[in-house]
Every structure is written in structure tokens, then in C-alpha cells.
């Protein structure tokens, strides 16, 4: 294990830490941490749990999670045993303040053994219900008084609408300072999702022309290739609009329209991307139908597999109308943005996963070539791609080679694995370790969870009054629902595929004739 003195010592409390986001996400990020950035000299964690486990049972079980799901790979025997020694496991009912002054005790008898304080990191990986209730003993145990050493991080769902986010936000802050709660959105601890700042504020190129004189629309897709896997119960209750609008595309959405930040300051960006949501043109109710486009997914085809229909999956109930597929058209009234639509989609079983971000250009407002000189002319865009590859794409016209003036498309491709050489950290370790340097900068704050949750508040409510007549309306396999093309069709716009990123081993194609043609054109093998 690395370790670094220049970090504060931690104590790093995991409630519900014997679950699946532990085993597969929060300890494989925090060992790898241990390898690559570093953890402090001091440094525990706590795991606490209802079950009645020992230490030695918890690290092995914990130790085959990181096997599978760190960065690196299996890990060797030893140097799991150093990074082992620093977890301890806490069988405790949350509930009962007990628990809560035998951490607090567990706490200062570490910080005895370091001679030091130590920073205090409340992680909450329980299910939501329990959020409130652990931030009330928390308070009452004296484990929060601290605002400068301690912080509580929490996971979405933030709320189930708009009045349980509210509340469930008053809760925390009878406890805790605004700037000791860390929500956690893992989207926005992706290279590339914060590679979206970087792209637009570090290069004095593209931000002119970002704006409603240059662009034509914006689409953002986060799509799914997986169904609800082992989370059908948890699903069926959330849906589409809940479990990915709400927080993920409502995040990107803020990153792309967000006016330039003064300073790199949390609260700077963070007061930003809440601007970009207030400015949100308002979905009234009875125009939920022209803006928002639901889907459930039937069954169909994955990767040359048969799939079941949402229905058959796992802790779903056999007539649930819970969405899989949402697409919605949003405007952001301001004069940057003014009536440009940017169209959102995200879903489950679609035809493969992606997530990008894709910039629509305005055609030239004259266009000088002869007709057939641009038979294949498609608009310039530019594409920010989050997932599975992470990079950015331009796409423009260029002359092709030959005697005649042949306008073709290309593109030019940057790929962060191929132009860094290296993996980027897991979203997780990005954002442990800011909380651990307590950077609030990729987290939520309260009042932007309830901005979002405000302007979904009339789709929700108009959809539960108006159940969907035709679900399934998607086969698996497929782009989603019909109705989701049309919402762009109505404005002569259309989803984009997928952009490809890594590059051909060949040429794409070379030219073999430079005759009257103007070149032929040969496919790359
Ligand atoms: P789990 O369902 O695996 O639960 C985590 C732990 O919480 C369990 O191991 C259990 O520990 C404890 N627990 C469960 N029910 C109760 C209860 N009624 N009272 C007290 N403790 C309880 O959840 P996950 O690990 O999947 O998720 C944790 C949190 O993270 C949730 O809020 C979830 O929404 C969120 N999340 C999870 C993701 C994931 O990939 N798993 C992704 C994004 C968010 P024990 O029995 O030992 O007490």
C-alpha cells in the first residue's frame, strides 16, 4: 500500500458496507487508491452491518470483490493484507444509539493510537429509506459535530420526487452543514464527463460558437445494453425518468449549457449548473405528451440472444407500467440557448450501450458549391463520448481528392486511451478521494437535486394519472420507442448513431482514380 503523509488521517465509516455498492464498487475504489494515489498514514475503515461476522469473514469476502472488480485485476496475498489490516467490521443496529457511541469510541481510540484527529467520512451505502435516521443518531451520538473533520456522503435515489427530496435534504441539514454533505452522482466522476469543462473552458476555440447562432440542437444519449439485472425490485419502483434523467442527464445537460465558470471553486461551478437548470423552460402538464416520450421494453434481440420483455425480469411486477425508455425535448430560455432543443434519451435493452454527447452545427448560411458538389453533405457536429470508448469526435466537410469539387464528410477522432495511454480511474476513486480532500465540486447540492426534481414534477405526476396504453412499446435490441424519432422528425432532427472511435487499423478508403469521377472510392479492408 502507498501511503502519503501529506494526507489528513481518516477514518472512513461504511454503514451498510457488507452490500453489493461496497463490495463491488467502494472497496476495489478505495484499494486501488491505496495503490495508485495513495491513502493517509493513518487511515480506517469501518465497515458497519446488522450480521454477525468477524473481521477475518468480512475481509475475505470483501477481498474476492476487490479481486473482481479492481482496476488492476486479482490482487496478491500480501499486498491485500497490508491494505486488509486498516478494515475493522461494526455489527450494529442503526437504529439503536449503541451503535452510534461505539463508533464514536472506535473513533477516538484510533485517533489515541495516531495522536492525532482524524477526519471523519460517514459513508451511507444503505438503502435510502435509512438516510434520515443514520444522519439523526449521527447528530445525537456527537459524531457530526465537527464541520471542518467530518462529512456524510450519500448515494442516489436523492428522494423519490420533489417533497421527499426536500425533505430528506431538511433532515440532513438538521445534522450537517450544506458543506459537509457529499451526494454522489458517479456520472460526474468520469474522465470525460469532467473532460466536458476542460473541451469547453480551456480552449479559447469552441466556446464562440457555442451558442443558438452556431448550433442547431443538442441530443444526449445514455443508453443501456443491460436490463434491470438484479435490481428489478428496486427498478420497478424507480423507472427511467428517476433513476437516470433525474440525476445522470440532467448533470450532462448542466455541463454542456452551463455559462464559464469564474474560478474552479465548488460552489462557483455548482451555482452554474443550478442557473442552467432554473433556466429550464418548464414542462407544463398537459404539455407532457409533446415534450416526454415513455417506453417498456418487450422482448427481442441482444447480441445474437433472445432476451425477456421488462415483464419477465426478475422482481418486476407482471403488469408494470414502469418506464425503461424516456426521451425528452428541453429548452433552456436564456440568450445563449434560446429555442435550441436539446433532446435527451436514455434506456434499458437498447441496441448497444453509449453515452455521448452530441453537438448539432447549423449549416453554412450560404452555400457556395453547386448542388452536386454536396450530395452527401451531413451537418457538422462534434461528439463528446462517454461510454464505452471516452473521447471527442469532429466531424466536418472536406474537399475530396479529384478534378471535380466533391464535398464528403469526415472526421477527426480524439481517444483518451489511445492519447493518454493509460486506463482512467474508476468514477468512484475520483470521487473518494475528493472527498476525502473534501472537494465538493463533482457532487450535488441540495438545491440542484430539487431544480431537477422540480422540472420533472409535472411528468411524473401527469404519468401517473395517465398510464401508457401501448407497453411494451420496444422490442429489445432496438433503439426504443417509435415515438421518440418522431419527437425529433417534427423538427427535421434525428438521434445520431453511435459514434465509432477507434481508429482503423487502415485507411478507410484509398483513391485509385483521379479521372472525370473525381476519385473511386475503395473501401479499407
Ligand atoms: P444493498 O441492498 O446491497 O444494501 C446494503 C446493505 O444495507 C446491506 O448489505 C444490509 O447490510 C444493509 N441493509 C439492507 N436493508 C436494511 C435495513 N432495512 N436496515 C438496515 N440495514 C439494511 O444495497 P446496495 O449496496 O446495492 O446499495 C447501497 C446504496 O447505494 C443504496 O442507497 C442504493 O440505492 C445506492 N446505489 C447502489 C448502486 C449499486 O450498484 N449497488 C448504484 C448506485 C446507487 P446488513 O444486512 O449487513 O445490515
Not at 418506464?323 to 432543443?341: G, H, I, M, S, Y
Request: proline share 5%; with cysteine.
Amino acid at each position: 500500500m502507498n501511503i502519503n503523509d501529506k494526507l489528513e488521517s481518516t477514518v472512513f465509516a461504511i454503514f451498510g458496507g457488507t452490500g453489493d455498492l461496497a463490495w463491488r464498487k467502494l472497496m476495489p475504489a478505495l484499494f486501488d487508491l491505496s495503490r495508485d494515489r495513495s491513502l493517509p498514514v493513518n487511515f480506517a475503515i469501518i465497515v458497519l452491518g446488522r450480521s454477525k461476522i468477524t473481521d477475518d469473514k468480512l475481509r475475505y469476502h470483501l477481498h474476492e470483490g476487490v479481486n473482481q472488480f479492481s482496476r488492476r485485476g486479482m490482487v496478491q496475498g500480501e499486498e491485500w493484507n497490508q491494505f486488509a489490516r486498516h478494515i475493522h467490521y461494526l455489527q450494529g443496529d442503526y437504529q439503536e444509539l449503541q451503535t452510534y457511541s461505539t463508533l464514536a469510541d472506535q473513533c477516538t481510540k484510533l485517533e489515541m493510537e495516531w495522536g492525532v484527529k482524524a477526519q471523519r467520512i460517514y459513508y451511507l451505502a444503505t438503502p435510502p429509506s435509512m438516510f434520515g435516521e443514520i444522519s439523526d443518531c449521527l447528530g445525537k451520538a456527537g459524531l457530526a459535530d465537527d464541520r471542518e473533520q467530518t462529512r456524510i456522503v450519500i448515494e442516489k435515489p436523492i428522494g423519490y420526487d420533489l417533497s421527499s427530496a426536500i425533505a430528506l435534504n431538511s433532515k440532513l441539514a438538521e445534522t450537517f452543514d450544506e458543506s459537509q454533505v457529499f451526494r454522489i452522482d458517479h456520472y460526474l466522476g468520469k474522465e470525460t464527463v469532467q473532460n466536458i469543462l476542460a473541451f469547453r473552458f480551456a480552449n479559447p476555440l469552441f466556446e464562440p460558437i457555442w451558442n443558438r447562432r452556431y448550433v442547431e440542437y443538442v441530443t444526449i444519449t445514455v443508453a443501456e445494453e443491460v436490463g434491470v439485472k438484479n435490481r428489478g425490485g428496486y427498478y420497478d419502483g424507480a423507472g427511467a425518468l428517476r433513476d437516470m434523467v433525474q440525476n445522470h442527464l440532467m448533470q450532462l445537460l448542466c455541463l454542456v449549457a452551463m455559462e464559464p465558470m469564474v474560478s474552479f471553486d465548488a460552489d462557483e461551478i455548482r451555482n452554474k449548473k443550478v442557473d442552467v437548470l432554473h433556466a429550464v423552460r418548464p414542462i407544463h402538464y398537459d404539455a407532457v405528451h409533446q415534450s416526454v416520450v415513455r417506453g417498456q421494453y418487450g422482448k427481442g434481440w441482444i447480441g445474437g440472444k433472445e432476451v425477456c420483455g421488462y415483464h419477465g425480469e426478475n422482481g418486476v411486477a407482471p403488469d408494470s407500467q414502469t418506464e425503461t425508455f424516456v426521451a425528452l425535448k428541453l429548452f433552456v430560455d436564456n440568450w445563449r440557448w434560446q429555442d435550441v432543443p436539446f433532446y435527451l434519451r436514455t434506456g434499458k435493452r437498447l441496441t448497444r450501450q453509449v453515452s455521448e454527447v452530441v453537438i448539432h452545427f447549423r449549416a453554412v448560411p450560404h452555400q457556395s458549391f453547386p448542388p452536386e458538389a454536396s450530395l452527401d453533405w451531413k451537418s457538422s457536429r462534434l461528439v463528446m463520448s462517454i461510454q464505452p470508448d471516452e473521447g471527442i469526435v469532429l466531424r466536418f466537410q472536406a474537399k475530396h481528392p479529384g478534378s471535380k469539387i466533391h464535398l464528403r464528410t469526415v472526421e477527426m477522432k480524439f481517444n483518451y486511451q489511445e492519447t493518454f495511454a493509460c486506463r482512467s480511474p474508476d468514477a468512484y476513486e475520483a470521487l473518494l478521494w475528493d472527498v476525502m480532500k473534501n472537494d465538493a465540486t463533482l457532487f450535488m447540492r441540495a438545491d440542484q437535486i430539487e431544480a431537477a426534481w422540480r422540472l420533472l414534477m409535472p411528468v411524473l405526476e401527469m404519468w401517473e394519472v395517465a398510464s401508457p396504453s401501448d407497453f411494451p412499446n420496444y422490442a429489445a435490441g432496438t433503439w426504443g420507442p417509435e415515438g421518440a424519432q418522431g419527437l425529433l422528425a417534427q423538427n427535421g432532427h434525428s438521434w445520431p448513431l453511435p459514434t465509432e472511435l477507434v481508429h482503423p487499423a487502415e485507411p478507410a478508403c484509398e483513391v485509385h482514380d483521379l479521372g472525370e469521377d473525381g476519385g473511386v472510392l475503395k473501401e479499407g479492408k
